[in-house]
């Protein structure tokens, strides 16, 4: 997985930031088009201005319009005038991955970028990845069998560019580049809205978590948990050594009662 | 409060051929276990022989029920292109190709019978590590009980179906009345088909065993081990649909929930 030309040295992420965010959706529809996913086709959805409502198959980045109760006096709203947070969701990949981890077939894989990438010409649709993943953002399309999901624009990266929903975020909202850089960027940021007294502000990024950190890092407003951001994922594997000792257990003994039954019986 | 009452999990895609291949395949895995110990102990030729092709049987039906489920069927040998240790896909994967080999061999060859009986537990236990190494959260809950519950009720098929082959070693009976005996006491989600296919894999051939009433107890194992597998895939998928951006790890359900949002007034 080595790439000849690439302006971006070692791993990268986004800081995708809501207090920027207006809600545009032109990150959605840059992705959309650089990416030739399908449409979503034309549901209404009824609640706020999100019919589409999470990421999916042929959703790989996606703005949520998180509705709070506004407080009277701040931003000098009427209080029965909602506040509209604005968040665009994106894969988080994942330092432990629970999507890699499960795949069978090695179609997914941790680009030199470090990355989560699924190899369209490997998955063969078994559709593990889906309950793997801690955040419920792979799916299988069901028009084409295969596992999809954000590639974190690896074609473009390996060209030197960014991804493409951070190239059409017209606010800055979506920043990419060298994670430490990110990482660096929003502290500052977080910083800067906590003295001017915007005291609900937090970042996102479960790296205290068995997810060990993530390639998408977020700041929000409020509880992360009304983004569906849960505040401690937790990746398959944690229950694994309890479940193959469990099998191995129901193996033994399962063998042990047959070899005593019949001999007992005999 | 999750986003818009959006669930945080996707749910399972898999249709009806996994939770029947689940019951096809440990019923096979178990009965390639009797199949040795029957051997082992001398028992009668007709029902080694009678085991080794329930295994066959069942290791042939497995391989196309998987192959059908997937997104491109044509790609099933990808299966095959790596191993993966830390998928337990991958692991059944390799199992289920092993004995799927091992146990159509043996019906020729009986020097395969030890690794179709090896690979066989393997196949009655490993599907319920499969459910519980997920993020669904049902099933993850249930990580430590599902490969047992699911072995059990592999073995109690396996004895169920020789028995309604006219089998009628004691053996058959008592491995049968342990395992209905362990699926009574086996932890039960809700739902109706979860409760039906609790009640007919345990206490009623239990009962039925215990008044002598052998095939009767036979079938209804059968059925409720089939049962159980399609209940423990639909209660995932109910699971997944209510899962809570709050209930993703046990530090975050122990944390006070934000107190919930009054649906706000959008005019």
């Known amino acids: 997985m080595q790439s000849a030309a690439r302006t971006v040295k070692g ?7 809501s207090t920027l965010c207006i809600g545009c959706k032109a990150c959605e529809v840059a992705c959309k088009e650089w990416n ?10 009824g609640k706020s201005y999100d019919n589409t409502l999470g990421l999916g198959h042929s959703t790989w980045r996606h703005v949520k319009f998180v509705e709070h109760e506004t407080q009277i006096g701040a931003g000098g709203n009427a209080p029965h005038v909602i506040t509209w947070q604005f968040s665009s969701d994106v894969c988080k990949h994942c330092e432990v ?7 069978p077939t090695g179609s997914i894989i941790r680009t030199e970028f470090g990355g989560v990438y699924i190899q369209p010409d490997i998955c063969n649709g078994c559709g593990y990845c889906v309950v793997s993943c801690p955040f419920g953002v792979v799916d299988r399309r069901p028009t084409d069998g295969r596992a999809f999901k954000c590639t974190f624009c690896y074609d473009r990266q390996k060209a030197g560019l960014q991804p493409a929903c951070a190239s059409a975020c017209p606010t800055g909202s979506i920043l990419f580049g060298d994670l430490e850089e990110m990482q660096r960027a929003a502290d ?4 800067k809205l906590h003295a001017a007294g915007m005291t609900d502000a937090k970042l996102w990024n479960p790296t205290g978590t068995s997810v060990e950190g993530t390639h998408s890092i977020f700041l929000v407003r409020g509880d992360e948990r009304d983004y569906n ?15 193959w000792s469990s099998a191995a257990a129901a193996a033994g003994v399962m063998a042990l009662a047959a070899l005593v039954a019949f001999r007992l019986s005999k | 409060m999750n986003y818009q009452d959006q669930p945080l999990f996707k749910p ?3 249709t009806w051929e996994i939770p029947t291949y689940f019951f096809v395949g440990g019923a096979a895995g178990a009965a390639a276990v009797i199949g040795v110990a029957a051997q082992v102990a001398g028992e009668d030729e007709k029902l080694i022989r009678d085991a080794r092709w329930i295994a066959a049987i069942g290791a042939n039906l497995s391989t196309p029920l998987l192959i059908a489920d997937l997104g491109r069927p044509g790609r099933f040998l990808n299966m095959l292109r790596v191993f993966n240790p830390q998928s337990p896909m991958s692991v059944g994967a390799w199992t289920v190709a092993v004995f799927g080999g091992a146990s159509t061999a043996t019906l020729l060859l009986p020097i395969f019978a030890p690794l179709s009986a090896l690979t066989g537990l393997g196949m009655a236990t490993y599907t319920g590590v499969l459910l519980g190494v997920t993020a669904i959260p049902v099933w993850k809950e249930n990580a430590r009980v599902l490969p047992v519950h699911f072995a059990a009720s592999a073995l109690g098929t396996a004895c169920s179906l020789l028995e309604l082959r006219g089998h009628k070693q004691r053996a058959l009976s008592s491995l049968a009345l342990g395992a209905a005996l362990f699926e009574t006491a086996a932890p039960i989600e809700e739902g109706a088909l979860m409760k039906t296919a609790g009640v007919l894999s345990g206490p009623v051939p239990f009962v039925l065993r215990l008044i002598g009433r052998r095939k009767a107890a036979a079938a209804a194992t059968i059925l409720g081990s089939l049962l159980t597998r399609f209940a423990w895939v639909e209660a995932g998928r109910v699971s997944s649909r209510r899962s809570a951006s709050t209930t993703s790890g046990p530090a975050a359900s122990a944390a006070t929930a934000a107190p919930p949002a009054q649906t706000p007034d959008r005019t």
């Open chain 2, 12 to 14: 399972p895609v898999w």
């Open chain 1, 188 to 191: 500052a940021r977080i910083e």
């Open chain 1, 229 to 243: 951001l849960p505040s401690n994922p937790e990746v398959p594997a944690t229950v694994m050594k309890p479940a």
């Open chain 1, 97 to 103: 991955a629970g999507c890699l981890d499960a795949c």
């Open chain 1, 36 to 45: 030739d996913v399908p449409a979503d086709g034309f549901q209404f959805s």
């Open chain 1, 11 to 17: 791993t990268t992420g986004f800081f995708t930031d």
